[in-house]
């Protein structure tokens, strides 16, 4: 009797572990902006360093996530030729492709927030439609920032 107890526990702290990973599974996600606060939303703090300068912008951003690290394919470090900071390259699967042109086309006009970790890194303007199954994730970040940043959705896509 004391072993299937202890089976049990064992069980019941397995699952627990299991439901608590996958809460923070979700390393990548791309949510919309919303113009106020709701029970949809919550609230990030966006902070990009530009010029030397630390700016601090509080955004109210949807809970639901339009797109996640299962729509990637793969996530690279490279160097934005026009201002010479690192930057993210991803790129999509067929699936995200088609999502990520979709949720684009939909909200045209709107901010789309780049969330990594749990941390909102980006939160540009959708300006149009885009199809090619690229992007580029820019922000203020070092070499190393943006290395570790790769690294850490890379690692969930290997699964």
Request: some cysteine; hydrophobic content about 40%.
């Amino acid at each position: 009797m004391k072993k299937i107890i202890h089976l049990i526990s064992g069980c019941l702290i397995a699952v627990a572990a299991v439901a608590a990973d996958s809460s923070t599974s979700q390393v990548f996600q791309m949510r919309l902006v919303a113009d106020q606060p709701s029970s949809e939303t919550e609230q990030m703090t966006l902070v990009q360093t530009w010029h030397g300068k630390e700016q601090k912008e509080v955004l109210f951003v949807q809970k639901a996530a339009l797109l996640d690290q299962t729509d990637l394919k793969s996530a690279t470090v490279s160097t934005n030729a026009q201002i010479g900071y690192p930057e993210i390259d991803i790129s999509f699967t067929d699936k995200g492709t088609k999502r990520f042109a979709a949720v684009t086309r939909q909200n045209i006009g709107k901010r789309l927030a780049i969330i990594i970790g749990g941390q909102i890194y980006s939160a540009p303007n959708i300006q149009s439609e885009i199809t090619g199954g690229e992007g580029q994730i820019t922000g203020s970040f070092s070499e190393q920032e943006a290395r570790d940043l790769a690294a850490k959705i890379s690692k969930t896509l290997q699964k």
